[in-house]
């Protein structure tokens, strides 16, 4: 017997931090970990909310810095489930600083693969995702970075 998937929309979950002096690295900035720390636990709140399960990262992938971030800044980190296959969920994060001027700067974006799972820690089916017109972008990245991730896993395998 199959059983039906639901389909639903995606939530953006939100999440704003003060930088602290104890997450600067040796040069000032805000520590890379501290930062991915941050884009993982939003992104598993955006997971777990689209799938309704407890979820677990399984892979981040196109990490990009592309900005640094200070000490003292507020950022703003947003996660969004933009790509799903049966049961795993590919969520895009990103990272922005208040410019201080009322606008906000994007310093870090990634993608995170996490899997649902269900009351016995095994791999659970999710929801289909109804894609919004303003996040088809990043559902064709996801879907390029999921099937280039499997290649480069195969190739791994063989050598
Ligand atoms: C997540 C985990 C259960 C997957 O185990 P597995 O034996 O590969 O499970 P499955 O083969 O059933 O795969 C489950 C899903 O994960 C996906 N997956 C597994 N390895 C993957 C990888 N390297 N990249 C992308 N997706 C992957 C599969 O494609 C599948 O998704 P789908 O159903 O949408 O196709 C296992 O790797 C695990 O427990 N990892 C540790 C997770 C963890 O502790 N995370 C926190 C670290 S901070």
Redesign the pocket.
């Known amino acids: 017997m199959s059983i039906k998937r639901k389909t639903k929309q995606a939530e953006q979950m939100v999440n704003w931090n003060l930088v602290f002096p104890n997450q600067a690295n040796p040069s000032g900035n805000m520590f890379g970990g501290d930062v991915l720390a941050i884009m ?1 636990t939003t992104a598993a709140m955006a997971a777990k909310r689209f799938s309704e399960h407890q979820v ?4 981040v992938e196109a990490v990009h810095f592309a900005k640094p971030i200070m000490v003292g800044d507020n950022i703003k980190t947003t996660a969004k489930v933009v790509a ?5 969920l590919t969520v895009k994060s990103d990272v922005y600083r208040d410019d201080g001027n009322g606008g906000l700067m994007k310093c870090v974006s990634a993608f995170l ?1 996490f ?1 649902a ?1 269900d009351y016995q ?1 095994q ?1 659970t089916i ?1 929801p289909l995702l109804e894609l919004l017109p303003e996040d088809e972008k990043d559902h064709k990245k996801a879907l390029i970075i ?1 099937e280039s ?2 290649k480069r ?1 195969e190739m791994l395998k063989q050598l």
């Open positions: 993982d677990s990262t399984v892979t799903v296959g049966s049961t795993s693969t899997v799972f820690r791999p999710v999921r991730a499997k896993e």
